[in-house]
């Protein structure tokens, strides 16, 4: 079964480090998500992207992030100077058609800022 | 209005017993409801979805009620089993007209436990 995958499970970085996150959304699939959830909370919606293109992002997503689709099958989250309170897991989801709404979310990358 | 509140926050469940999380809503734009289910170091797992115009579905031991005059929606395990035994998150999501890309909302999670 087609399914999501993200490197590396786990990136422990320091304050002010640029990281990328990686996903690999399922194949056929056109909408792109990323989402992040501190330790114990809910999950939270920073971003999405159609057609090479954000098409909406939350308060969260500031100046400091970064979304991008480098080839026809990665898709990257880049967070430019990490800080203390960007420790969470992100999740990346991908959806396929514009009349579906199943959002299908990878395992997860746990990013730890020392 | 774009919050989405679910209940209880953990639930403790006898195996074979019923397990009920109850989620509600203010957006009444909100057109698609689903549950996920997390186990520990896991991402969320799609399990049952629903649309606004029926009033219930139901997938194997897993049912989804929709109240939509009471904007209230809830999900039943029946024959709870200590294998369900998960973190479960409601979500709702709105259809942008002008990118179809409907974020999903989640509510703050249900810890569930399933006793043997």
């Known amino acids: 079964e087609p399914e999501v995958t993200q490197t590396p499970s786990h990136q422990v970085t320091q304050m002010g480090q640029e990281v990328i996150l990686r996903c690999v959304p399922i194949?056929?699939?056109?909408?792109f998500y990323w989402y992040r959830q501190i330790l114990g909370q809910k999950v939270e919606f920073l971003v999405s992207?159609?057609?090479?293109?954000?098409?909406?992002k939350s308060e969260i997503f500031d100046d400091q992030f970064s979304v991008e689709r480098p080839d026809g099958s990665n898709f990257t989250l880049k967070i430019r100077s990490t800080k203390l309170e960007d420790s969470a897991m992100y999740f990346c989801?991908?959806?396929?058609?514009?009349?579906?709404?199943?959002?299908?979310f990878g395992p997860g990358t746990r990013l730890t800022v020392t | 209005q774009q919050q989405v509140k679910q209940s209880p926050q953990s639930l403790i469940v006898q195996k074979g017993g019923i397990s009920i999380i109850n989620c509600a809503y203010e957006?009444?734009?909100?057109?698609?409801f689903p549950w996920y289910q997390q186990f520990p170091g896991k991402g969320p797992a799609l399990l049952i979805a629903?649309?606004?115009?029926?009033s219930e579905k139901k997938e194997g031991r897993f049912t989804i009620s929709f109240n939509k005059s009471a904007k209230q929606f809830s999900l039943h395990i029946m024959d709870s089993q200590p294998g369900d035994s998960a973190t479960y998150f409601c979500?709702?999501?709105?259809?942008?007209?002008?990118?179809?890309?409907?974020?999903?909302?989640f509510g703050t999670g249900t810890l569930l436990a399933v006793q043997p």
């Open positions: 629903i649309r606004p115009d029926v």
């Open positions: 979500a709702a999501s709105i259809k942008n007209y002008g990118g179809a890309t409907n974020k999903l909302i």
């Open positions: 957006n009444t734009a909100f057109d698609y």
């Open positions: 194949s056929n699939h056109l909408y």
């Open positions: 992207f159609y057609n090479n293109e954000i098409s909406e």
């Open positions: 989801a991908s959806k396929d058609r514009g009349l579906s709404y199943e959002q299908y």
